[in-house]
């Protein structure tokens, strides 16, 4: 009975283990593929239909470093091991410091918001490239990305899948 008790302790162990690592394994695996439209990463929590693509960072700064977590919709991450915080309009990311945002066209211009975790609220209806100036100190730097539209459409419809035989 002990045994058995172990046994199924480590594998709710195992298992809560794979289900919160899912999501973020999700930022390097199949990078042109939106994880809502993959039927072997839906059932691990990552549902987006839009990624974040093509980032860059001009001029490159060695303590800045910009990546993407498209698990949900793709947002922006930005480690700034700066001596010196980020200022990018109105938003700062401290020295020292890790933020998700999102960057979102609003009245003309491209604003930067903090976003919700992994979950990201801008949605466009079509592919389009976002850049933001931003400030390190008195250096100024360009980040820019590509922020897709829905990758799962085919035909104007949402592409599903059976999630019991996993067939588009």
Excluded: H, W
Excluded at 122 to 139: H, M
Aim: glycine letters at 8%; proline letters at 4%.
């Amino acid at each position: 009975m002990r045994k058995l008790a172990i046994f199924l302790s480590l594998s709710a162990a195992i298992l809560l283990i794979a289900v919160i690592l899912t999501p973020i394994a999700y930022e390097s695996k199949k990078a042109d593929l939106a994880p809502g439209c993959d039927s072997d990463t839906l059932m691990g929590g990552c549902a987006g239909k839009r990624i974040i693509k093509d980032i860059s960072v001009g001029p490159e700064k060695s303590c800045l470093s910009v990546g993407a977590n498209n698990c949900n919709g793709g947002v922006l991450i930005i480690n700034n091991d700066c001596s010196q915080s980020v200022q990018m309009g109105r938003y700062t990311v401290a020295e020292g410091e890790r933020e998700t945002l999102e960057f979102k066209p609003e009245r003309g211009e491209v604003r930067v918001y903090s976003s919700r975790g992994n979950y990201a609220s801008y949605d466009p209806n079509t592919t389009r490239e976002l850049s933001k100036n931003v400030r390190i100190g008195s250096e100024n730097l360009s980040i820019s990305y590509v922020k897709t539209q829905n990758l799962c459409r085919v035909n104007g419809f949402d592409k599903m899948y059976d999630l019991d035989l996993g067939l588009p």
